[in-house]
Every structure is written in structure tokens, then in C-alpha cells.
Nanobody, 124 residues
Framework: QVKLVETGGGLVQFGGSLTLSCVIS????????????INWHRQVPGKPYELVAT???????KYGDSVKGRFTVSSDKAKNTVWLQMNSLKPDDTAVYFC??????????????WGQGTQVTVSS
């Protein structure tokens, strides 16, 4: 079983930076980074989830258009941790941020694993 726990959210001023962490706990933790895409999503109440960043098993990185050039996803396999470094934050980045894991073979979100989320608030 895979469990994700996000930390690092908080209140930050416009233009500031914040780093979110996603710790992955699993009885197959050594295989997670080679068999799952690890994603960061965010959600504002009343709006759909937005895919912010993806870390693929081959260390590939993808970003949503709204965060390109400002956010960076990275990982440390030895620590079973994925980070989301967020720079030049804007009030529009205010949301609950979720870490998510999806097996690379999955064609839908039916087997996705989600963390509990962490609130990020950017003041203007």
C-alpha cells in the first residue's frame, strides 16, 4: 500500500517562495519512482483540479503552463520524497496542493493515490 503525506504549505507574500514536500510511504517504496508518475495538483474550491507538475520514472519533468519557469519538481529516492519548489508566487497560486501517484500503466485515475493536501496562500 502506498501513502503520500504533503507538508510545507503556508502563507507567503506575493513574489515569495515556498517548498512543498511529499513523503512516500510504501512497502514497495524502492519501486515507486520507477513505476509511478508522481504528480502535484492544486485545487481551488469550486474549480477543477489543475495538474501543476509531473515527475516521471525516467526523471522527466512536465509543468503546467501557468507555473512553467516558476515551479520545479525534484526528488530524492533515498528519502522517498518529492519536492515542489515554488518561486515568484502570485495570489493566483493560492490553492490546496496535492501530491498524487499514478502507475505508469494506468489509463485513468481509477487507481490514483492521493495525499491529504496542504494549503498554500499567497497574499497580494
Amino acid at each position: 500500500q502506498v501513502k503520500l503525506v504533503e507538508t510545507g504549505g503556508g502563507l507567503v507574500q506575493f513574489g515569495g517562495s515556498l517548498t512543498l514536500s511529499c513523503v512516500i510511504s510504501s512497502d514497495i517504496s524502492s519501486d515507486i519512482f520507477s513505476t509511478y508518475n508522481i504528480n502535484w495538483h492544486r485545487q481551488v474550491p469550486g474549480k477543477p483540479y489543475e495538474l501543476v507538475a509531473t515527475l516521471t520514472p525516467g526523471e522527466g519533468r512536465k509543468y503546467g503552463d501557468s507555473v512553467k519557469g516558476r515551479f520545479t519538481v525534484s526528488s530524492d529516492k533515498a528519502k522517498n520524497t518529492v519536492w515542489l519548489q515554488m518561486n515568484s508566487l502570485k495570489p493566483d497560486d493560492t490553492a490546496v496542493y496535492f501530491c498524487n501517484a499514478r502507475p505508469v500503466w494506468a489509463a485513468s485515475n481509477a487507481v490514483d493515490i492521493w495525499g491529504q493536501g496542504t494549503q498554500v496562500t499567497v497574499s497580494s
